[in-house]
């Protein structure tokens, strides 16, 4: 076996091997002395010279794969951002909601809109409070803003709503100002306005002011802002004037409400039916 | 005038000149494979041991310098001849085995990492750790392996 055989032929191989082993030696153990530091720094350029093509493909590989990767960030992070959208309206609702509360004397229940239809004649809601929660039919459903509409059906969990939109809905107003009564309607042709009927002409008007339910129907609680004049007109051949009204709440917008578990007083009832018997 | 060390010198430079652009980039786990030591098993048996050994410290004295080991593999590159010239001469004589090739490529790879780690130990240049396992264990046998490939490359 000739591993570790060496020649035998002279001894000068061995002194050019250990020239080259005591070289390394010498390296070795001074590589962090001042002289070698200059060849050092020069070394290090070289060899950083010939890296620097390659590292720019790497940094472009690099490139793309922080892309791919930050565009799956900016998908999450804007479901994120939405999410937190519509809590952060959510949470502002429920604040408006919560001052309502603390402000009426009312007997309130919270509720959610559950589904909406809004884009039809026939338009209505569904909330998740019904009979169980002692929800009736007739009962007003408000939010922060003013009157949303009336309570139509009652399930023993849900309830479907006539919104303020629909055409069959009608209640009893008041301009807040002077008192004046009417009735207040909804008409499908401008369906961004209500309108306001029976306001004697003697009545003076004026845009801006406020209309709030009257409670002469014994149907709603006396006070429930609806919106506020935009417009008004004399209606020709009677004494009587039409306002136009912004309403307050927006049914498009709106999420969370309150049902005012308000019952119609049982003696103005008894005296109504009583007094329409007389002429019938 | 023989001029064989001048063209081993320059296929070597070019060898480590794509070990610096693109094969240190092969690595797998951090571990990577000395192309030139795989050079070097080839030519050692090529020439005389003087011609060997200034062809071999010229080689590795630029990888030293390139990966800033100085002195490092120009030991246990040149202590690689001193302990395996004649041998390879003799093996390489007549014709050997794939399983052969790549023992002895495993050998070399395993004495050189070896050398290198222990040089390294005493100049106290290299953090330890898992270090040693890696250099000496798994870049042996990568290089060994990428040894193996070139073999079956060049006799195919």
């Known amino acids: 076996m000739r591993f570790l055989q060496f020649d035998t032929d002279g001894i000068s191989h061995y002194i050019h091997t250990f020239l080259v082993l005591f070289l390394a030696l010498i390296l070795g153990f001074t590589r962090n002395q001042e002289s070698i530091q200059q060849l050092r720094l020069y070394s290090v350029t070289i060899a950083s010279i010939l890296e620097e093509p390659i590292s720019n493909f790497r940094l472009y590989r690099n490139a793309l794969q922080t892309n791919s990767y930050l565009q799956e960030q900016n998908i999450l992070l804007q479901d994120e951002l ?199 | 005038m023989n001029l064989e060390w001048v063209k081993y010198s320059v296929v070597g430079l070019f060898i480590l000149f794509l070990d610096q652009t693109i094969l240190n980039h092969l690595s797998i786990w951090g571990v990577s494979f000395d192309p030139l030591l795989i050079y070097l098993i080839w030519i050692l048996p090529k020439q005389g041991r003087i011609a060997t050994i200034y062809t071999v410290a010229f080689l590795a004295i630029i990888q030293d310098a390139l990966l800033d080991t100085w002195g490092m593999y120009l030991l246990s590159k040149s202590v690689l001849v001193l302990f395996f010239h004649n041998y390879l001469i003799q093996k390489f004589e007549t014709k050997i085995f794939v399983g052969q090739f790549f023992g002895y490529s495993l050998f070399i790879a395993f004495i050189h990492n070896l050398t290198f780690y222990l040089f390294a130990s005493i100049t106290g240049d290299y953090a330890t750790g898992w270090w040693p396992f890696t250099l000496i264990l798994l870049s042996g046998m990568y290089t060994a392996f990428i040894s193996l490939v070139t073999y079956l490359i060049y006799y195919k």
């Open chain 1, 82 to 280: 939405s999410r937190l959208r519509s809590i952060s309206k959510e949470n502002m609702e429920l604040r408006s909601l919560l001052e309502l509360k603390d402000k009426t004397s009312l007997k309130l229940e919270v509720t959610q809109i559950v589904a909406k239809q809004l884009n039809t004649i026939n338009n209505s809601f569904t909330i998740d409070k019904g009979k169980n929660e002692e929800i009736r039919v007739g009962m007003p459903l408000i939010n922060s803003d003013g009157l949303i509409g009336k309570i139509l059906l009652v399930a023993p969990e849900y309830s479907q709503i006539m919104p303020y939109s629909h055409p069959l809905f009608r209640v009893s107003a008041q301009i807040q100002s002077n008192r004046a009564n009417g009735i207040i309607t909804w008409d499908a042709s401008d369906p961004s306005y209500l309108q306001m009927d029976f306001i004697p002409k003697t009545v003076k008007i004026d845009t801006g002011m406020v209309i709030q339910t009257s409670g002469f129907g014994n149907e709603f609680p006396r006070g429930i802002p609806i919106g506020k004049v935009v417009d008004y007109h004399s209606q020709e051949g009677s004494n009587t004037q039409q306002l136009r009204i912004q309403p307050f709440s927006n049914l498009f917008d709106v999420t969370e409400a309150y049902v005012i578990l308000f019952t119609p007083d049982s003696t103005i009832q008894a005296i109504n039916t009583e007094f329409n018997a007389l002429f019938e």
